[in-house]
């Protein structure tokens, strides 16, 4: 079934908009490709010095250009319980890549934040450039050119678009994302919050809370919330570089070890030596970065992706936009209530019928495009399955189910929980911005109330404790943005907000900076763009000035008299506390040149 003419549209014009980057994107990655096997180039001493750890019969097999050598980029360390499964992956593939007559090599390992570890502190200020980092980290393990193809292990939230920037980039090798799944499920994500909005009022003890957290957070496995990390399994398997059901399935069980398995023999096959060559740079296309969006909005994403989809689709040389996003979310359904979104977790999600089911009925509502290339091989409907373990310990795939196991979780394309998607663009005399409405009662879209400035995500926690956040307001929280201070999640204030909100006021975020994948009932316009360090007019506001968000429309105005508003001189802010500390002082320069958000806030692209 072709896709919904509006969808088609909006590709076209991605399509079109892209041209000056994409064929010049796609003469260096065939021109690449074209070179054979690419350790042919190679001198003895570096083929030497490639494969000396190697056993003499994979250095016989390297030796020659008929096997496969399967490149491993992996984002292993203890801090992220997301990828601390990865620690034994590496042995796991180089046992398929014996058994498919292959062999695998650790090309290099790549740095992790875990944002939930540096959430509220310092080093969340690295966290958004680490994933231009990790596209580098990655870079240089696969420059050794000794590869026929990759997979990259990573889950989080700027590892996986950092892994794609590399894999993109190195677009003439086939590439395999390979998942390490969800934590079972633990304290509901629900009651996690309400607690935390106790500690904040002073009903619980920390005593209380950390052990409300212990019981939310409790083992090996990804957060299972649906924020950043779970859009990007599902990115990933709705785009083709996952085998399909890899997404949701829990670490340390067989089926896992299966799709690992799997997964990395499947790698291996289609390498150019192979009769199913698929270069990473040819399979995702301007219709599998469009697909992506459509999972987004149907799954009601994390916002962080209006940054990271952008800058994956550019080292492709796709050009994707702000409006693309917020025009497709005009077309997409909500299919799924995952918290934020709702009370389920993403294991929940998956057994309500999971990635299969959520495509079978996107692709039967015409909402995405099939006929696109993927690890897997041909169109999407292959993903329209129910990953299972087959007697032989092998990944066996059944048809996804005909009806969703848990409507109020996962609903059918005929009747989806909104009509519409979950992320919006916002215009204005304030400049730009985007907001996550999935999440957000539909009473609470439109706001105007007075702006109370601030400069700091700790100034506005010490008014909530001297009492002053009264009243209804819209709070401007500035100097957030990537040329500021990193541009950092300010997820520590959906606590706050979510209290006063909760007492009956009418309360909004207005910032240059991020929030979490996991921030949701508050309504929040972010990523501003001018920052206002740029001189954006944000940096313009005034404590009282009357601001009016309206996520109906897409419009986000300060309603000042024009000329008087752009009369006024533009705050400045001391920053002088970010450029230290934590290791703030080594990303000065990605500061320096970072791009604006609407772009993807990357220094790899203007
Ligand atoms: O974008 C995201 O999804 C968040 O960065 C998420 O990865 C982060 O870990 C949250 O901070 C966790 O939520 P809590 O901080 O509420 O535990
Ligand atoms: S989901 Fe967030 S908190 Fe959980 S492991 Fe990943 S980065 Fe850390």
Known sequence: MSADKRIEAITARIVERSKPHRQPYLDRVRAAASKGVHRGVLSCGNLAHGFAVCSPAEKDALAGDRVPNLGIITSYNDMLSAHQPFETYPALIREAARE?????????????????????????????????????????????????????????????PGLTIAALTFGHLPAVFIPAGPMTSGLPNDEKARVRQLYAEGKAGRAELLEAESKSYHGPGTCTFYGTANSNQMLMEIMGFHMPGASFINPGTPLR?????????????????????????????????????????????????????????????????????????????????????????????????????????????GMLHDDVRTVYGQGL?????????????????????????????????????????????????????????????????????????????????????????????IAVVRFQGPKSNGMPELHKLTTVLGILQDRGQKVALLTDGRMSGASGKVPAAIHVTPEAVDNGPIGRIRNGDTIRLDATHGTIEVLVDAAEFSARPQAAADLSGNEFGMGRELFAPFRAIAGPADHGASVLFA
């Open 100 to 160: 498919a007559g292959g062999v695998a090599q650790v090309a290099g390992g790549v740095p992790a934040m875990c944002d939930g570890v540096t959430q509220g502190q310092p080093g969340m200020e690295l966290s958004l450039f680490s994933r231009d980092l990790i596209a580098m980290a990655a870079g240089v393990g696969l420059s050794h050119n000794m590869f026929d193809s990759v997979v990259y292990l990573g889950v989080c939230d700027k590892i996986v």
């Open 257 to 365: 070890d299966a799709l690992t398995k799997e997964a990395a023999k499947r790698a291996l096959a289609i390498t150019a030596q192979g009769n199913e060559f698929t270069p990473a740079g040819e399979m995702i296309d301007e219709r599998s970065i469009v697909n992506g969006v459509v999972g987004l909005h149907a799954t009601g994403g994390s916002t962080n992706h209006t940054l990271h989809l952008l800058a994956m689709a550019r080292a492709a040389g796709i050009v994707l936009t702000w409006k693309d996003i917020s025009d497709l979310s005009d077309v997409v359904p909500l299919l799924a209530r995952v918290y934020p979104n709702g009370l389920a977790d993403v294991n929940h999600f998956h057994a309500a019928g999971g990635m299969g089911f959520l495509i079978q009925e996107l692709l039967k509502g």
């Open 381 to 473: 409907q292959a993903y329209t399955i129910d990953p299972r373990l087959g007697e032989n310990g092998a990944v066996h795939r059944e048809p996804a189910p005909k009806v969703s196991h848990d409507p109020k979780v996962l609903a059918n394309i005929e009747t989806p929980f909104q009509p519409t998607g979950g992320l919006k663009m916002l215009t204005g005399n304030i400049g730009s911005a985007v907001i996550k409405i999935s999440a957000v009662k539909p009473e609470r879209h439109v706001i105007e109330a007075p702006a109370k400035v601030f400069h700091d995500q700790q100034e506005l926690n010490v008014a909530f404790k001297n009492g002053e956040l009264t009243g209804d307001f």
